[in-house]
């Protein structure tokens, strides 16, 4: 039966014979398991599909990761995801600085961040806060239980971003948004349904194959019936209210700020950095940091990339000098940038 | 943006919970879900819980078609 | 004698000779291990083949072995995959100051009995202990020398269209296993290394047939990355089912949890083998009455398509490229 519903969806996009149509997957995880399924190779060749700016490696401007560097160089022990540590900065790579003697230490989560903190008294610990709503909960703990535990050693390097003034500068570049559904599993959906009102269709999509194809029938079987439109096509894990829990902690702890987006430029309030009452846990103010502002390779395309102007084998670097191994922009680097999946999956050749 | 790991709760002790998956087990934060319960499943990014939620995803993702079908 | 090892035991002096008397000389006992500066023995009748391998595990103790059955297994492995009979291995230990002597002896015991299970002499050996800090513990170089099955000839280069791919059981095995143990991530999981000598697979194999293509150990990097070797080497495309990829439950997880794929997590006990489809299911059927190689099943199939490229059947129907092996494996989480 339930098989059975997978091929129904399948012969649905399939046969999708309407209008050109543009569809953004805006969260990379959609992105790197569309290539890793295959997906692509069910679409028919008048419905595009294009990798959003959902990838919070991507979206990191490159002096953000100077910052940490800076951090680095100062004895600070930097405590991150996996995914930024082979991102270059201006000049070098948290890679590069841990080869060079730097304390980098991967963690699976904040919470892993804060035992590491307490665990070695000794060295002042700070967290690369990246990620959107579904990560910032997580961060926002932590940094509730660091000051009202009085942890000392221990600081976070804000780098957040959040969906909604960013859903609507990407607004004419699709025709549909695949919503991330884990953000909304957090934020709820009377965004998605605002923007319906407001003319921009989208779905929101699991992460399954099942739960891909059939948020991609929606779109294409939805579009054709020519009036915004917005679906939930992921009620296993997101409500219409989110989790009010997360979104009050993300309130209390955090607050909008302008932020850069990598390719993207300033987008006004799609950033969120530390409260005031958080100022002794926040690195920046902790350690008195300069100004840094990066200096991105001026070749790189990742920007064109993020918004959907370009595809990664647009850009000069692709496959030639920028490769996962050697990575130059941030896209390649992440296992969900599209340049990267781009390349592991080779790049629409199948 | 976010990878997702569903998995079944197994015991909770003071807002941690170490969770489940297909025998992979961790602690995770289980403090912005209201009323989970050891046997439940929930999804769990960077080291907590997101949302509570059902076991699979086939009847919903059924529904989700029909409902398009209809 | 002091519990740890000291600098002065890898002075070369007596406390050198008693360490070695005491550790070792005892456990690898045999008439071709002597005194003497060299091992003196028979030359076979066939080719040899010859091997060697350094070893640096972190932690040097893990669940389904330690540093020394891992470094009998690698060598002796290596030479197995050129289809030879292992005969003769020698080692030298670079070993921290400060190592306990028990921990030592529990390395010389697995290397005793991995060599013996392998049917491999362990005929000459050295010791040098470095300062504290200089090594991790201790580091393990293993030489082999082999002498290989009459009518044996499988090599990277020699897959062709057509053939069948097997792999010897479930992968990864080894890689989650050390990534466990070093519990950066805070993951529990039942998972042991599949570390394992490998001749008695190779054996029954080439008992069945001589007619294998290649056969590798999957170490580092993984099957995956042994499959992009074979491709590139052959010069031919290669087709996995992903589905029928044996994956051990908690393998894979540790690997949904951490954004990790399977098929680039290190084996230490696991033969990717290819042959001619016609010959491959009495291939995994001898596979499988061996010890180490129950789990043997056929996953894909080499073929003329993407010469270099390991293309993946999806659960979708579809098809996909299996990403190129990259460098360090890095927890994703976004």
């Known amino acids: 039966m339930s098989e059975n519903m997978r091929q129904t969806a399948a012969q649905i996009v399939q046969s999708y014979d309407g209008a050109p149509l543009r569809i953004m997957e805006v969260c990379g995880t959609h992105t790197h398991e569309i290539f890793r399924l295959g997906i692509r190779s069910l679409l028919p060749p008048q419905v595009d599909l294009i990798s959003g700016p959902g990838c919070p490696v991507c979206v990191t401007p490159v002096g953000f990761i100077d910052e940490a560097l800076w951090l680095a160089e100062h004895g600070v022990t930097i405590a991150t995801f996996g995914d930024l540590v082979r991102v270059p900065g201006t000049e070098r790579s948290l890679a590069d600085a841990r080869a060079a003697g730097a304390r980098v230490q991967v963690v699976y989560s904040p919470l892993d961040a804060l035992s590491y903190a307490k665990e070695h ?64 599993a957090i934020t709820g959906t009377a965004l998605c349904e605002d923007l319906a009102k407001q003319g921009v269709s989208g779905v929101l999509a699991g992460f399954t ?12 079987r939805k579009a054709q019936e020519d009036k915004p439109f917005f679906v939930n096509a992921y009620p296993r894990v997101v409500r219409p209210e989110g989790t009010p829990a997360a979104v009050a902690l993300m309130d209390k702890v955090m607050e909008p700020v302008d932020a850069e987006w990598r390719g993207l430029g300033v987008i006004p309030g799609s950033g969120l950095q530390l409260r005031d009452a958080y100022s002794s846990i926040d690195a920046r103010k902790k350690f008195e940091m300069p100004h840094i ?43 969900e940038g599209a340049c990267s999946a781009y390349f592991q999956y080779g790049g629409g050749q199948l | 943006m976010c990878v997702g790991l569903s998995a079944k709760v197994v015991r909770i002790q003071d807002g941690m919970a170490m969770v489940d998956a297909s025998g992979a087990r961790r602690e995770v934060s289980v403090q912005l879900m209201d009323d989970v319960e050891p046997g439940d499943y929930v999804m769990v990014h960077a080291g907590i819980a997101i949302a509570k939620i059902t076991d699979e995803d086939e009847h919903e993702t059924d529904e989700v078609l029909e409902a398009l079908l209809a | 004698m002091s519990k740890q090892v000291t600098l002065a035991m890898g002075a070369g002096g ?25 091992a003196v023995l028979q030359r076979p009748a066939g080719r040899i083949a010859m091997s060697t391998d350094g070893f640096i595990v972190s932690p040097s103790f893990f669940p389904g072995g ?15 995959c050129m289809g030879a009979k292992p005969l003769y291995l020698t080692c030298a230990f670079v070993i921290e100051e400060g190592f306990e002597l028990d921990k030592l002896e529990q390395i010389a015991d697995a290397m005793a009995a991995t060599a013996a299970e392998a049917g491999v002499t362990l ?77 008695s697979s190779v054996e029954a194999m080439l008992d069945a047939s001589k007619n294998i293509h290649v056969i590798r150990d999957a170490t580092r990097g993984g099957v995956g990355t042994v499959l992009y070797e074979i491709a590139s080497q052959s010069g031919v495309g290669i087709a996995l ?94």
């Open chain 3, 123 to 199: 005929v000459a050996g050295d010791t040098k202990v470095a300062g504290k800090g200089q090594v991790d513990g201790v580091f393990i170089t293993t030489t082999g020398v082999g002498e290989i099955v009459e009518g044996a000839t499988p090599a990277g280069a020699n897959a062709r269209p057509g053939d069948a791919i097997i792999v010897t059981g479930d992968v990864g095995r080894h890689g989650c296993t050390i990534l466990l143990a070093r519990d950066d991530f805070g993951i529990e999981a039942n998972v042991t290394s599949d570390c394992a000598p490998l001749w």
């Open chain 1, 121 to 184: 008294g000794d060295e002042q610990v700070t967290f690369l806060s990246v990620g959107f709503e579904t990560t910032v909960p997580a961060a926002c703990l932590v940094a509730d239980q660091a000051l009202s535990e009085g942890v000392e050693n221990f600081s976070l390097l804000t780098a957040n971003k959040t969906m909604p003034n960013a859903y609507a500068a990407l607004r004419n570049s699709a025709d549909v948004f695949l919503y991330p559904g884990h953000v909304h």
């Open chain 3, 241 to 334: 089912d992903a589905a029928v990829v044996p994956v051990d439950p908690a393998v894979g997880g540790v690997c949904r949890m951490l954004g990790l794929e399977p098929l680039y997590l290190a084996c230490e006990g696991r033969l990717v083998v290819i042959a001619p489809k016609d010959e491959a299911p009495a291939l995994v059927e001898a596979l499988r009455s061996a010890p180490h190689s129950k789990g043997a099943a056929i996953i894909g199939e080499v073929t003329d398509e993407r010469p270099g490229w390991v293309v993946m059947n999806t659960e979708v129907g579809t098809q996909t490229l299996l990403p190129q092996p990259g460098g360090e494996l890095l927890p994703r989480i976004c």
């Open chain 3, 14 to 38: 007596k406390q050198t000779a008693e360490l070695i008397d005491t550790v070792f000389a005892k456990r690898f006992e045999s008439p071709l291990l002597t005194a003497d500066d060299a």
């Open chain 1, 209 to 220: 194959a099942k739960e891909l194809v059939t948020a991609l029938a929606v779109a294409v």
């Open chain 1, 293 to 335: 502002e990066g200096r991105p390779n001026p070749a790189c395309r990742c920007g064109e990339v993020l918004q959907g102007h370009c595809k990664p084998s647009d850009c000069p670097l692709f496959g030639k000098v920028c490769t996962p191994q050697h990575p130059v922009g941030a896209c390649m680097v992440s296992g």
């Open chain 3, 66 to 80: 330690n540093i020394g059955k891992l470094s009998v297994c690698g060598t002796v492995n290596d030479l197995a």
